[in-house]
């Protein structure tokens, strides 16, 4: 084809060990006793469980409803009977446990019924709605909810780019998937170009699936171009296609749709395909199982299926294997737990052994070589926020445009010194986040707290306000008594004014001390008492006590 | 002679009136020191500073009457970031012990609804009335422990939060070394 590639600088040439897996056909999994399907698949909020213990459930039916708006629902992957919500190993790099609902199958596989929607008679908005609610997530390892990005929103949207690039090594499901059902993936990406309202369609496809390119070249249409791309990690990034493909390079911070591009993976647009055309809700995935396995391949997984289960399908892992990878060996992570399901953004499942993964030798200090960043593939300079990072100067390290990093681990595969920089960059922004969470929490503490003294301090001036408005009331009646609106009034008056005169009359009468008005013979005997008792004691005031 | 005194004295007349109109006009009300000394404190309103709160710590610290290192939530992380926007060097924080983010639960079987700790709680996150059980908001709560000594009951306990999937961190690369000879 005529296109004019725009190559991005950097990017490394691994082994790519695709053969290993990319010989089969995609498998479908034998149905398993037992799913654990994570209420948290996707980017963004956990779906809310809509099962309890106990609950049958059909294959298809919803268990986790869409909460809030970067959430998609969860379903059922078959049916059979909940007997648990409750938090359980995940594919995270933590392997800390998380909500899922635990579904024992039944083994008849009994579905709700599916009903194709009918795509083109729906509005965009609704169309969009029905995604959101049948789980659509993107399945190139962001899990970032579908229904979101199919909304231009305001920028238009002139090309969709379809990543099939699937650069990251030993992981062949999008080739399988291409080679096999490339009517139905461009049938998913026609949908999104047409929600996008783009008018193009361009599919990047590495040059080392050559008839995985044919098949999608023999199903394109007239507005779709397939673009085989040089093989280079990592340019199945979406930042890195869409330069290579258009020449647009996407601005820090900024989206692709600013930019007029939107990119999907193809293994998304193949489940929006079997979401519509069949009207199945996203309950599988194809997953690549490969590595030190017995026999390495491709398959069609019902998401909630343990690993350890993927694994057995793949005719277990061989003598000698030293755990497991989710996801490629350049960005993948250490599965924790065997017992962790496949959930959407599982798409490969890599055993290690120490002959192929060995052991990386020590990190050296770093010798400012350089070879990082011209390894670099978003052109950064990975020593400079090495360095920052180590030292946990994260503002200085942020100054290097670390949250443009991609993660990919170019750096980290060129450094003589076998420094981790993925491993430094992904610490470094982990605990930004967190002080961003903190920096959060303090602004609203403190908004809370001054709202408290406000409070407190409008309480304090309400209850002063009210005492003295009752005060004033009082008077007020008591001076309205006087004025005679009252018919009573005067009477009310004059019987008060009479008491008054008599409790003056009688206070008269008590204030007289008992030692007035007594007769001429008592007074003089009290003088001659009170003489006395001056001659006996000196005048002071002891004699009181 | 006399006009280079006239030239010159009138200049500073009308700048030295420019300057005091300035003052007037564009006078900052706060101490903008203050507000950004109360942005690196967590805000917990603890008191454990010795100042009824964050903000008159600030304040304190503002006016020099208050050490930098008087804030365990803030840990040595905050006082080094106060050093740095002070600059001065950085008092030894060793005597800070470093607490986990825990938050106050109430025993919903032990309380008798008295509303004590409702009126200690600096940023209002318990909720309930007079005879009534109270609740308090875990994403709310500062974990200040202001509410533990009013309790008649003993009824609230400091919980540590534990990680989940939305707050867990990458941990700091750990280095192999090499053993040499």
């Not at chain 1, 969009?128 to 949207?157: C, D, H, Q």
């Not at chain 2, 200049?11 to 003052?23: H, N, S, T």
């Not at chain 2, 610290?61 to 106060?82: F, H, M, Q, T, Y």
């Amino acid at each position: 084809m005529s296109r004019t590639l725009h190559p991005f600088n950097g990017g490394i040439h691994p082994d790519d060990h695709k053969a290993e897996s990319s010989a089969g056909l995609i498998q479908a999994m034998p149905l398993l006793a037992r799913y654990v399907v994570p209420l948290s698949q996707h980017i963004g909020a956990p779906a809310r469980p809509l099962v309890t213990a106990g609950d049958t459930v059909l294959k298809g039916q919803m268990i986790g409803a869409p909460e809030g708006y970067v959430s998609v629902g969860v379903h059922a992957p078959t049916s059979g009977r909940v007997i648990a919500v409750e938090p359980r190993p995940t594919p995270h790099p933590s392997g800390l446990y998380d909500l899922a609902v635990v579904i024992e199958a039944d083994g008849e596989d009994r579905a709700v019924e599916f009903q194709p929607v009918p795509w083109r008679e729906l509005d965009a908005s609704s169309l969009r709605n029905r995604l959101r609610e049948m789980g659509l997530a993107g399945l190139g390892g962001a899990v970032f909810p579908s229904y979101i990005k199919l909304n231009p929103g305001r920028s238009a949207v002139h090309t969709l780019i379809l990543n099939a690039a699937e650069c990251e090594p030993w992981i062949t499901c999008d080739d399988r998937l291409m080679r096999e059902r490339a009517a139905q993936v461009l049938e998913g990406a026609e949908v999104m170009r047409t929600l996008l309202g783009a008018a193009a369609i361009l599919v990047g496809i590495e040059d080392n699936k050559p008839e995985a390119a044919q098949a999608l070249r023999a199903a394109a249409a007239a507005n779709t171009e397939v673009v085989a791309v040089p093989t280079l990690y990592p340019s199945g990034a979406a930042k890195q296609l869409t330069r290579l493909l258009t020449g647009i390079e996407v601005p820090s911070g900024g989206r692709s749709t600013d930019a007029g591009i939107q990119v999907f993976n193809a293994g998304t647009a193949y489940a929006l395909w079997r979401a519509l055309a069949l009207g199945e809700p996203m309950i599988s995935r194809i997953v690549t199982c490969t590595g030190h396995v017995a026999r390495p391949g491709n398959w069609e997984v019902r998401l909630g299926a343990p690993v350890a289960d993927l694994l057995a399908a793949a005719g277990g892992t061989l003598e000698g294997c030293s755990g497991e990878i989710v996801g490629g060996p350049m960005m993948g992570f250490e599965l924790m737990d065997r017992a962790a399901p496949v959930t959407k953004a599982v798409n490969c499942i890599l055993a290690k052994s120490p002959a192929l993964f060995p052991a990386k030798p020590a990190a050296l200090p770093c010798i400012r070589c350089g070879a990082c960043a011209r390894a670099c593939p978003a052109d950064l300079q990975p020593f400079e926020m090495y360095w920052f990072s180590r030292v946990r100067d994260f503002g200085k390290a942020q100054g290097y445009s670390l949250f443009d990093c991609i993660e990919c681990g170019c750096c980290s595969h060129v450094c003589p010194s076998h420094i981790p920089l993925v491993d430094y960059f992904r610490f470094a922004k982990s605990e930004i986040w967190e002080r961003e969470r903190d920096k959060t929490a303090s602004d609203e503490a403190r908004r809370r707290h001054e709202f408290k003294t406000f409070r407190l301090e409008r309480e304090k001036k309400e209850k002063a306000e009210k005492f003295a408005k009752a005060a004033e009331a009082s008077k007020a009646k008591a001076e309205g008594a006087g004025a005679g609106d009252d018919p009573d009034a005067a009477k009310k008056k004059a019987i008060l004014e009479a008491a008054l005169a008599r409790a003056a009359k009688a206070r008269e009468g008590v204030t007289p001390k008992n030692t007035e008005n007594l007769p001429p013979a008592v007074q003089r005997e009290i003088a001659e008492i009170d003489a006395r008792r001056e001659q006996a004691e000196p005048p002071s005031d002891v004699n009181h006590g | 002679m006399l006009s280079a005194l006239l030239v010159l004295g009138g200049l500073g007349l009308v700048l030295g009136a420019v300057l005091g109109w300035a003052e007037v006009k564009f006078r900052v009300a706060d101490d903008p020191l203050v507000e950004k000394i109360d942005a690196i404190l967590p805000q917990t309103q603890c008191g454990q500073c010795g100042f009824p709160g964050c903000k008159p710590y600030a304040e304190a610290i503002a006016k020099g009457e208050a050490p930098i290192n008087k804030c365990p939530p803030g840990g040595a992380d905050g006082v080094k970031r106060l050093a740095e926007l002070l600059g001065v060097d950085p008092p030894a924080a060793d005597d800070m012990e470093h607490k986990p983010r825990a938050v106050a639960v109430i025993d919903e079987n032990t309380c008798i609804g008295c509303t004590l700790c409702i009126q200690s709680c600096p940023v209002d996150a318990i909720v309930g009335a007079s005879k009534q059980l109270h609740v308090i908001l875990e994403k709310q709560c500062t974990g200040c422990e202001l509410c533990l000594p009013p309790c008649p009951v003993d009824c609230i306990h400091m919980v540590v939060v534990k990680e989940d999937l939305a707050t867990w961190k990458w941990r700091y690369p750990v280095h192999t070394l090499r053993r040499v000879a």
